[in-house]
Structures are given as structure tokens and as C-alpha cells.
């Protein structure tokens, strides 16, 4: 960091520095918040990209279009692409944004490690995306990494062990930093229970990513040595265990889940109670709902693994353990719906998306409970009834959120409105084509079509079929959403501070002019009553 | 769709019934949570459409901001969800009680995955069976990439193998799964039976086919292990025991002769590195 007086200097100019420079050296949290959020768009249509190649193949029986292993190589980087690249970005994003506006502080507390989590994200994404270039193409064992069929990866295996410990290191200092603004620097006056529910649930995604990231840094270090040092940690036949690496990456990889989901509760905690112009209903045990999911992901690793051959007392165990996860999620979906109860309800495009997130998210969950009961997931693992669950939570669920967080900060972002005809069109087509897309894949798995195939029996043809109509018109219509934010960067009504005048926006980012000035609360706002989103 | 065509007896949204006891409990039991969580989903969505059409601005509702927190109301809805719970997790405890007594079996078979075949080693009376099991030729030559052969037109397309595995029905069959190379998972719907085949592990699997129920099962590996996965399928081929017992001569009378080089590659069963038992 040759640059880190030259940046100190800029700094302290009202006015961020001019060209790249400003971007490069960014230290200021709306800055690197907006490169987040923009590095998680181009990374949402490389991902989805990827998918319309997996849903293309699978349009009818027979290879057409992919070899099995470009095809094995699509679903591998699309998975790690969308979880690593698209969905924890933009929540770092929003994070980075709101969440020094919403308790009241300058900045994020490190704003030069800040700038440094991010920057490793194009690097460590580079690296994944190059492995299509090298001898023996891109990872194609799955994003979950198992041995030893990952071992068998040519030239790209040690490039994604690279890029994945790139992200890990990335995510454990945007949650370091989280950690530190929320607990150092909300304005006086605002005591956690106080504190704006987004931070809430960030404030505990954080503690799960420090927790995790460094298992999965462990993990696939393992692989490395393995690999390239004739270690046998997860090679049966020099005495190793390959189970292990399952355990061990499900440890990571369960509160993997809930730091994709949790932040997007905290959105939709936001959003509903603006629009339904009332309190967020039960705000404490929403709180501590979050925080006992938070808990319980660390105790059930064991059902992704329920067909691995593992002692009945830990099937049993792990059965209960993830079965009680129903019951703090529970809480959240009925006190969101207490929310809605006798609100005054109207419908702009952030509150479309979180009534959707509402009913969608509740599907996956549905489906997470029959997943729980070990007998009958004897019969749903690994089939596309497994696909249908998980992408019903991440993207009516978590993508849905931060389509919903967009549409709702936006105007502070940038002081426009944006078109919101066209917010609407997007919500509704999305929301069509996404149950194409993936209701049909449940009905697929029922029948007993495995998931990660590229090609597959004529009975199950036109249900595929279906299916890929529907992630066709999906993949089309992000395009309206692209145009939408595009659109309103460049201009359009201007919002005003409060920007959803008429509904019921709480909180500190409402006090301050749309768009938010570079430097906002350079000195602590006194936190009134009105302004504490549950007192 | 074809009933014909059906692999199992799945109607092509749902699980399929099956043809083991332990298919029929799975079956119920999924169609009891799934019922279960239809009628959550009834009073759920039911109370979220109607605060949607009730309580909207445009319809003049007036919000209550004085609802803000009820315990009793949040006691409610935690204690009711952990009851229905309870009733979904007893009778899931009892049947994998049963899916895990792998006692009293009366045949075994070593089931052992390869990239991308499967091998089958049969015990007990037919010890000394042995053979591999992939995917048939014409599925092979149909599923090439611009092989220009229509799917449609290959009987059971990537569902039918060259030798399928032989077994007695209303008998106990205990399978033996491990893997040579990767993670493999060996998986018949009908049977209600998945279980991974894992290198260095011996993973066990019971299932017992009701007797009437003979004829062919079909199911595919369900665990990613590369290029071919999806083109590894398992097809059981269920025979009353006098007819498996006839088949089991068979088997032995052709094997008489220097073992049959025609099945087996490179890979001996003596160099079989596995000595990990499980324990259960």
C-alpha cells in the first residue's frame, strides 16, 4: 500500500477522487459498496449464463449441445459462481451501504481492509473463470468439492483451491469489518436492541462466516496437500477418510446456507413493515429467532450426508436437530405475516418482491422439512427434488431480497426513482418464470431423476422441458432489471430524502438527502424516537 | 406420458410406491408431511392472502401500529410447530430403525462402484458370481453427443444395462457398497433403497421385494463421479427364488470353464484395498 498516505489525503476532500483512482483506492464504504453490488450483477448474469447452457442441454433427452464434462464443468462454476460471486457479494454490498447509514456512523469502522476484500473478489474470480482455458478445463466435481473425484481436476484444481481461499479471506474481513462498525460505531443511543433489523441479521452472518470460512479454508487446503504432497487425509487407501472431507465441508457448508439467508431476512424485515406502515410485529424474537437459526446450523451438517452411511443415532440426531430449524424460521414467516395483519398495504416494487420472497421462501422451506425426515430423503437426495428446494430458497428466496434491497435503496443510492412500470414488469415476469423454472424440478426428483446429469431418461422429458422454457424466460427478463438499475443511475425523478413518502420508511439512511452525499453522519445523529425502528 | 415407459412406479410426479415394505413406509411418510405441510400452507398463505386483499391501502385499511408484539400469540406459534414435529418424527424414528436392521439377511451382495460401471459380487449360496454391469449399447451408442439417434426410439434410454443384478424376491438382500475410485451412490426408488458406495468404506443396504412383484427395477447412480455419471444406470432384475435359484446354476455351469475374460477388466477382486469396516 505505496498509495495509503496519497489515500489518507484524499480522504479528507469532500469529493471522491476522479477516474479509476476513486475506485482502485476506494476507502469510502458507498463506494466499495456500489463496487460490490456491480461486481455481483456481472457475476449473476456469468452464473446465469451458465445455467441457460445446463437448462439448453436439458431442453430434451440426448446431447445436443455439451459434452458431459463442459456440462459437469457448467454446473460446478455455476453453483460456485452464484453462491461466491453473485449472492454473498451483494450482500457484502448492501452491508457495506447500509449499514454505516443505518447506525448512524461515517463509514465502515476498516475502511482500507474494506477496500482489500473486495479488490481479492476480481482476482479470485479471474482465476476460477480462466480455469476453462487450461489443460484439463474447469472444475467439474461439483462445487462441493468432493474427494476423491476432485482430485481427478487437471490443471484448474489448484487454481480453485487458490480462488476459493481468496473468497474465504475476502468474506472473513467484510465480516470482520461488519462486526466492528455494528459493535463500535452505532450513534449514542442506539443499543442493539435498538439497532435496525438489517444489522441484526448481518451482525450474525458475520459471526457465521468468521466461524466457517476458515473450516472450508482448512478443508480445502487438505485437498491441496493431498493432491500435490502425497498426504492422505482423505485418501482411503493411505489410510485416510473421504467421509471426512464431507463432514468437514458440511460444517462449513450448512451455515453457508443461512449466510446466504439470513441478510435477506433482515431485508424483508425491513421492507414489509415500510409498506404495510406499521412495526415490524415481534421484533425481539425476530432477533432471537435469527440468532437461534444462527446456532442450529452449526448441528445439522449431518442431513446433506444421510445417504453417506452414518450411525442411526447421529441419522436421528441430525433429523431432530434440523427439524427444529423449522421453528425459529416459523416464527419469522408468521410474524411477518402478524406484520402484514391489519397494515395498510401498498404495493411498490421492494414490497412485490418481499410478499414474493414471503411465498416463495415458505415453499423451500416446506420442501427443507420433508428433506428432514431421513427415511423419505433416502429417496430425495441427490435428486432434482433436492435442486428444486435449494433454488426455491436462494432465488425467490435470498435473489428475491436483494432484488427487493435494490428496489428499495436505490433512490437513496443514487436520488433517482427508477421506473417503476418496469420494476414491476420485472417482478411479475420473474416471479412467473421462476415457478416454470423450478416447480417442475420437484416433480422430477419424485420420480427419480438424480440431479448433476446431463442427459436423462424420455420420461422425464416434459417436465424438463418446462423447466427450461421457464429458465429461458428468467434469464431474459434479469435483463429488465439490469436496464431498470441502469436507467436510474443515469437519471429520473428525483427522489426525496425520505423517498417513500406516503408508506412508513424507518431509520436513520431516511434522515439524510437522496442521493446519500459522499460523507454522510460525519458526526453522531442524535437517534429520536421516531427514528428507532423498534423502541 | 407412457405408463410403459415409466422406469418405476412412480405416476411421474410423485415417489413411486415401490414394491418393498420400506418403499410403502417412505411413500406414506412423505405423503403424510407433504399433507401436513399443505395444510400449514393453507392457514399460512391463507392469513398472508388475506391481509393482501383485506388490509390494502387502495382499500382505505388504516394501519394498526399499536400491534406490535404478543407473547401469546408467538408462545402459540412456536409450541404448535414443535408438536407437529414430534408427530413427524416418530414414525420417521421407527422406520429407520427398520431401514438400519440389516440382520438376519439371507443373501449378500458386494455391490462396487467403478467409473462408470458397476460390479456385483454375489455371497452365500451363489458365491463365486461375479460380474460387471454397465449401460447398454444402444443407450450407449443414443446418447453420444450429435449422435443424431432419436431416445425415444431406445427401449428404457439410459435405464438398461448389459447384465443386470439378479435377485429372489421375498428374500432379504443385503447389498455391500464401496467404491475403487470415487464417491458412487447406489440408488432404486423402487426399493426405497439409496445408499453411497464410498472407496475405503463398506456401506450396507437391505431391501426385500414382495413376492408377486417380480420383474425389472431401474434406477441410476446418485452421487456425481464425473463425466459419466449420468450414464451408469442399475437395473435389478427381481425373479421368484426357484427361478433365481435356476439362474444361479446357470451362472455357475458358464462359469465351469477359465472365467469368462469377457466382463471383467483389469481390476481383480483380490486387489481389493478395502479393510474399513463400518460400524453401526
New interface residues.
Given amino acids: 500500500m505505496a498509495n495509503a498516505h496519497e489515500i489518507a489525503h484524499d480522504d479528507h476532500h469532500d469529493q471522491p477522487a476522479t477516474g479509476i483512482k476513486r475506485w482502485l483506492f476506494a476507502t469510502n464504504h458507498k463506494d466499495i459498496g456500489t463496487m460490490y453490488l456491480v461486481f455481483s450483477l456481472i457475476m449473476f448474469f456469468v452464473g446465469g449464463a451458465m445455467a441457460m447452457v445446463i437448462r439448453a442441454e436439458l431442453f430434451q433427452?440426448?446431447?445436443?449441445l455439451?459434452?458431459?464434462?463442459l456440462f459437469?464443468q457448467m454446473t460446478t462454476n455455476h453453483a460456485l459462481v452464484m453462491i461466491f460471486g453473485a449472492v454473498m457479494p451483494a450482500f457484502v454490498g448492501l452491508a457495506n451501504w447500509m449499514i454505516p447509514l443505518q447506525v448512524g456512523a461515517p463509514d465502515m469502522a476498516l475502511p482500507r481492509m474494506n477496500n482489500f476484500s473486495f479488490w481479492l473478489l476480481p482476482f479470485a474470480f479471474t482465476i476460477l473463470l480462466s480455469t476453462f482455458f487450461v489443460p484439463g478445463g474447469a472444475v467439474?466435481?461439483?462445487w462441493t468439492m468432493?474427494p476423491?473425484?476432485v482430485l481427478?481436476t487437471g490443471d484448474s484444481f489448484p487454481m480453485l483451491i487458490f480462488a476459493v481461499h481468496l473468497m474465504g479471506v475476502s468474506s472473513i474481513m467484510g465480516a470482520i469489518n461488519v462486526i466492528v462498525t455494528i459493535m463500535n460505531m452505532r450513534t449514542p443511543g442506539m443499543t442493539l436492541l435498538k439497532m435496525p433489523i438489517f444489522c441484526w441479521t448481518w451482525l450474525i452472518t458475520a459471526y457465521l462466516l468468521i466461524a466457517v470460512m476458515p473450516v472450508l479454508a482448512g478443508a480445502v487446503t487438505m485437498l491441496l496437500m493431498d493432491h500435490f504432497f502425497k498426504t492422505s487425509f482423505f485418501n482411503?487407501?493411505g489410510g485416510?477418510?473421504?467421509?471426512m472431507f464431507e463432514h468437514v465441508f458440511w460444517f462449513f457448508g450448512h451455515p453457508e446456507v443461512y449466510i446466504m439467508i439470513l441478510p435477506a431476512f433482515g431485508i424483508v424485515s425491513e421492507i414489509i413493515p415500510t409498506f404495510?406502515?406499521?412495526?415490524?410485529?415481534?421484533?425481539?424474537?425476530m432477533i432471537y429467532a435469527t440468532a437461534s437459526i444462527g446456532f442450529l446450523s452449526f448441528i445439522v451438517w449431518g442431513h446433506h450426508m444421510f445417504?453417506?452411511?452414518m450411525?442411526?443415532a447421529a441419522?436421528?440426531f441430525f433429523?431432530?436437530s434440523t427439524?427444529?430449524i423449522?421453528?425459529p424460521t416459523?416464527?419469522k414467516?408468521?410474524?411477518w405475516?402478524?406484520t402484514?395483519?391489519?397494515?395498510?398495504?401498498?404495493f411498490e416494487p421492494p414490497m412485490l418482491f418481499a410478499?414474493g420472497f414471503?411465498?416463495m421462501f415458505?415453499?423451500g422451506g416446506?420442501s427443507g422439512?420433508?428433506l428432514a425426515?431421513?427415511?423419505?430423503d433416502?429417496?430425495y437426495?441427490?435428486?432434482y427434488f433436492v435442486v428444486a428446494h435449494f433454488h426455491y430458497v436462494l432465488v425467490p428466496g435470498a435473489v428475491f431480497a436483494i432484488m427487493g434491497a435494490v428496489y428499495y435503496w436505490l433512490p437513496k443510492w443514487t436520488g433517482n426513482m427508477y421506473n417503476l412500470t418496469l420494476a414491476k414488469t420485472h417482478f411479475w415476469l420473474s416471479t412467473i418464470f421462476v415457478n416454470v423454472l423450478f416447480f417442475p424440478q420437484?416433480?422430477l426428483g419424485?420420480?427419480?431423476m438424480?440431479r448433476?446429469?446431463?442427459?436423462?431418461?424420455?420420461?422425464f422429458?416434459?417436465?424438463n422441458m418446462v423447466s427450461s422454457i421457464g429458465g429461458f424466460g428468467f434469464g431474459l427478463v434479469q435483463i429488465l432489471f439490469a436496464i431498470a438499475v441502469i436507467q436510474c443511475i443515469r437519471g429520473g425523478k428525483k427522489a426525496s430524502a425520505q423517498v417513500w413518502d406516503g408508506a412508513?420508511p424507518i431509520g436513520l439512511e431516511w434522515t439524510i438527502p437522496s442521493p446519500a452525499p459522499y460523507h454522510s453522519f460525519t458526526t453522531p445523529p442524535v437517534l429520536d424516537a421516531a427514528e428507532a425502528p423498534?423502541s | 406420458m407412457n405408463a410403459n415407459l415409466s422406469p418405476n412406479t412412480s405416476n411421474g410426479y410423485n415417489l413411486p410406491m415401490g414394491v418393498t415394505d420400506i418403499s410403502h413406509e417412505i411413500y406414506d411418510l412423505h405423503m403424510f408431511v407433504f399433507w401436513i405441510c399443505v395444510g400449514i400452507a393453507v392457514v399460512v398463505f391463507g392469513a398472508m392472502i388475506f391481509s393482501l386483499i383485506k388490509f390494502r391501502k387502495s382499500q382505505g385499511a388504516i394501519a394498526d401500529t399499536s400491534m406490535v408484539h404478543s407473547t401469546k400469540a408467538e408462545v402459540i406459534w412456536t409450541a404448535i410447530p414443535v408438536i407437529i414435529l414430534v408427530f413427524m418424527a416418530v414414525p420417521a424414528a421407527e422406520t429407520i430403525l427398520k431401514m438400519e436392521d440389516t440382520r438376519n439377511s439371507e443373501l449378500s451382495i458386494r455391490v462396487t462402484g467403478y467409473q462408470w460401471k458397476w460390479q456385483y459380487q454375489y455371497m452365500n449360496d451363489a458365491t463365486g458370481i461375479d460380474y460387471f454391469s454397465t449401460l447398454a449399447q444402444d443407450s450407449n451408442f443414443a446418447r453420444q453427443l450429435h449422435s443424431g439417434i432419436d431416445p425415444k426410439s431406445v427401449p428404457n434410454y439410459l435405464l438398461s444395462v448389459d447384465k443386470p443384478m439378479v435377485v429372489p424376491s421375498g428374500t432379504k438382500v443385503r447389498l455391500l457398497l464401496t467404491s475403487m475410485d470415487v464417491i458412487h451412490a447406489w440408488w432404486i426408488p423402487d426399493f426405497g433403497a439409496k445408499r453411497d458406495a464410498i472407496p475405503g468404506f463398506i456401506n450396507e443396504l437391505w431391501f426385500k421385494v414382495t413376492p408377486g412383484k417380480e420383474g425389472i427395477y431401474r434406477g441410476q447412480c446418485a452421487a456425481l463421479c464425473g463425466r459419466d455419471h449420468g450414464f451408469m444406470p442399475i437395473v435389478v432384475d427381481v425373479r421368484t427364488p426357484e427361478d433365481f435359484k435356476k439362474w444361479v446354476e446357470e451362472q455357475k455351469a458358464a462359469q465351469q470353464p477359465p472365467s469368462t475374460p469377457a466382463v471383467a477388466p483389469a481390476t481383480s477382486p483380490a486387489a481389493e484395498p478395502v479393510h474399513i469396516a463400518r460400524l453401526n
Wanted: glycine letters at 10%; a neutral charge.
Fill in positions: 433427452p440426448g446431447l445436443q455439451v459434452d458431459p464434462v459437469n467439474a466435481g461439483g468432493y476423491p473425484l481427478q482411503a487407501a485416510g477418510d473421504p467421509l404495510a406502515r406499521k412495526p415490524l410485529f415481534g421484533a425481539t424474537s445417504a453417506d452411511g450411525p442411526m441419522q436421528l433429523m431432530m427439524m427444529l423449522a421453528v416459523g416464527v414467516v408468521f410474524n405475516t402478524a402484514l395483519w391489519r397494515g395498510s398495504l401498498s410478499i414471503l411465498f415458505t415453499i416446506f422439512v420433508m425426515i431421513v427415511p423419505a433416502f429417496q437426495q441427490n435428486s420437484h416433480f419424485l420420480a427419480g438424480p448433476r446429469v446431463p442427459d436423462y431418461a424420455v420420461q422429458s416434459d417436465w412508513r423498534h
